[in-house]
């Protein structure tokens, strides 16, 4: 028997659990705090409430009535795009920055580097049975920049093939909604 589809289970409740209880212990919601873990990861093509409801999966209303209560908080910023004043870029402040930490996704980081190799086995692992589901699910994948088949770099810096724009260095260990898988070697 394949117990991979139970410990998944295990590890998804167990996580449930996990943001609820740093969503509590700050007075907010758990999807609250599963926007913050986003914005925190998503690079400047991703950090747009439209991402925000794909990669959750819910609703542009959940997500903008959730804003709404993140903004109030003093959890994050919203500035306007620099060419598209209409786009919205959410940026965490040093207070949505402070709801994270020692949050679920810290001990899962923890316990990672805790395995032999850091743990870089099982996340190659999880990250490809991630995308398989994705696939099937027809899900944008989300993948992190600098692996993305639109990924350039030389002399000059990192570059985005598809909108052929400069990747400050920071940006390219983020998500983005647009990443596609680079074809097999
Ligand atoms: S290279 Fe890929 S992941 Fe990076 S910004 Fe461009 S589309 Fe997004």
């Not at 598209?84 to 207070?95: E, F």
């Amino acid at each position: 028997m394949n117990t991979v589809p139970l410990l998944i289970e295990r590890l998804g409740a167990l996580i449930q659990q996990s943001v609820r209880e740093d969503a509590a212990r700050h007075g907010l919601l758990p999807i609250h705090v599963q926007m913050l873990q986003y914005l925190a990861q998503a690079n400047r093509y991703s950090d747009l409430p439209i991402a925000i409801a794909e990669y959750l999966g819910i609703s542009r209303g959940t997500v903008s009535q959730s804003l709404a209560v993140l903004a109030s908080r003093g959890l994050l910023t919203k500035q306007p795009d620099a060419r598209h004043r209409k786009r919205l870029h959410l940026r965490l402040t040093a207070a949505g920055d402070a709801v994270l930490q020692t949050s679920w996704a810290e001990q899962v980081g923890q316990a990672l580097q805790a395995l032999p190799g850091d743990g870089r086995v099982q996340q190659a692992a999880l990250r490809n049975l991630l995308r398989a589901l994705q696939r099937v699910n027809g899900q944008r994948a989300f993948g992190v920049c600098r692996h993305c088949a639109h990924f350039c770099h030389d002399e000059s810096g990192a570059r985005c093939g598809l909108t052929q724009e400069p990747l400050a260095q920071e940006q390219i260990t983020r998500i983005c909604r647009e990443w596609s898988e680079p074809a097999a070697a």
